[in-house]
T-cell receptor, first 113, second 116 residues
């Protein structure tokens, strides 16, 4: 079965600093999703990547999927306190259909003002 | 439009009690998913509906867990004879399509279940 490993598990950065969160899969990633979760709340969709080498950006957050489609990274530029939360990567385990997602364990981000 | 809603938001149950958790998906969404999230972990898949049909229940941990979506919209996750290990956040998600294509799942706020 497919497993997703996120690193680091937790991260504390000073406001204004850049940071990167990684998500590594044991198998090919056919659809890779990034979500953000605040304590006590549900998951907020950030971005979805499908193609090897694909890169998407939204405001100060950029997500990339490597060419081999086994690793994704989430990069935040000039972090702000509003970026704090738990970042989760999720993946479709199937090639040609949507369905259940497999998630990593999450990366907890704290941003110090 | 309204997002996915779940109720109750918090539930405290005594061990052995039955509980029912409700999910209202985004209107018109065909697919509905239930996930269980233990503290400090990512969500784990429980079950999946396409309209009223339960297409995958491979993630349900035991026969004490039962889910239904009788009219293809609202879904209920029922846990019978709750155990302490059932304590978790139960997340519901919905997506527009029928699973044949890859689509974004939109999550509700979750129900936090604590079994004493």
């Amino acid at each position: 079965s497919q497993e997703l490993e996120q690193s680091p598990q937790s991260l504390i950065v000073q406001e204004g600093k850049n940071l990167t969160i990684n998500c590594t899969s044991s198998k090919t990633l056919y659809g890779l999703y990034w979500y953000k979760q605040k304590y006590g709340e549900g998951l907020i969709f950030l971005m979805m990547l499908q193609k090897g080498g694909e890169e998407k950006s939204h405001e100060k957050i950029t997500a990339k999927l490597d060419e081999k489609k086994q690793q994704s990274s989430l990069h935040i530029t000039a972090s702000q306190p509003s970026h704090a939360g738990i970042y989760l990567c999720g993946a479709d385990p199937f090639y040609n259909q949507g369905g259940k997602l497999i998630f990593g364990q999450g990366t907890e981000l704290s941003v110090k003002p | 439009g309204a997002g996915v809603s779940q109720s109750p938001r918090y539930k405290v149950a005594k061990r052995g009690q039955d509980v029912a958790l409700r999910c209202d998906p985004i209107s018109g969404h065909v697919s509905l998913f239930w996930y269980q999230q233990a503290l400090g972990q990512g969500p784990e898949f429980l079950t999946y509906f396409q309209n009223e049909a339960q297409l995958d229940k491979s993630g349900l941990p035991s026969d004490r867990f039962f889910a239904e979506r009788p009219e293809g919209s609202v879904s209920t996750l029922k846990i019978q004879r709750t155990q302490q290990e059932d304590s978790a956040v139960y997340l519901c998600a919905s997506s527009l399509g029928g699973g044949a294509i890859r689509e974004t799942q939109y999550f509700g706020p979750g129900t936090r279940l604590l079994v004493l």
